[in-house]
């Protein structure tokens, strides 16, 4: 792996798509090149993957269920684009990863760290991110913001237990991983979250 790998992570709404724009722009402007993708997604058989886990007419689908078909997508993804990308010694930036299933699938539906960190063993292999930025936002706010209750989809969903749930779950990540994990205060503007990311980004020389 000699490329740098970057993924984003946080509850609905925090503006994490506005900030990896943003952060595209930036990256474009000083002559950087980078591969960008996102989860679940990200390759054809991906993206199937995660119109069925989307779906809101999966109501009945199980926590296992969910779990593994993320964790699917996720091994997709990651030998088909990440690995090249990386071996190809470029700066990846991922829409959410594995941290996403372990607040979500982990916490969010209770299944438990260890069952999710067993199941992705084999989707992950030895590629984790050199660095996550978790957009830090409470649920209630980040809900505000976004809006829009009949353009949700299954997960979103879930009720605010269920993201309140994910959102301790990613404090406890954050405190877990200390080092991976870039705690990023996003309750100001974009202007000043987007500083934030390029300043912890820079500390860990990955920019
Ligand atoms: P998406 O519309 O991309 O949401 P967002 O813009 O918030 O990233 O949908 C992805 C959904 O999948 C989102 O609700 C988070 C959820 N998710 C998991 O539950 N587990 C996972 O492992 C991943 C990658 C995503």
């Known amino acids: 792996m000699k490329g ?29 090149e980078y591969f960008f993708t996102r989860e679940p997604g990200g390759t054809v058989i991906s993206e199937k993957i995660r119109e069925i886990i989307l779906d809101k007419d999966n109501a009945t689908m199980t926590g296992e269920c969910e779990a593994l078909l993320y964790a699917a997508a996720r091994a997709q993804l990651l030998k088909e684009r990440v690995a090249p990308e990386l071996a190809a010694g470029k700066l990846v930036i991922c829409d959410r990863y594995i941290d996403s299933s372990f607040a979500y699938q982990g916490r969010g539906r209770g299944l438990g760290y260890e069952f999710v960190a067993a199941i992705n063993d084999y989707a992950v292999k030895n590629f ?71 300043a912890a980004l820079k500390e860990r020389g990955i920019i």
């Open 4 to 32: 740098k790998f970057v993924t984003f992570e946080g509850c609905e709404g925090v503006g994490k798509s506005r900030q990896i724009k943003m952060l595209e722009e930036y990256l474009a402007a000083a002559g950087k």
């Open 128 to 198: 984790m991110p050199d660095c996550t930025l978790f957009l830090d936002l409470p649920p209630e706010r980040a809900f505000l913001r976004k809006g829009g209750a009949d353009k949700q989809d299954r997960v979103e969903l879930s009720g605010a237990d269920f993201h309140a749930r994910v959102y301790e779950g990613y404090k406890e990540l954050a405190q877990k991983y200390g080092e991976r994990i870039a705690v990023i205060d996003s309750s100001g503007t974009r202007e000043q979250t987007h500083a934030k990311i390029i």
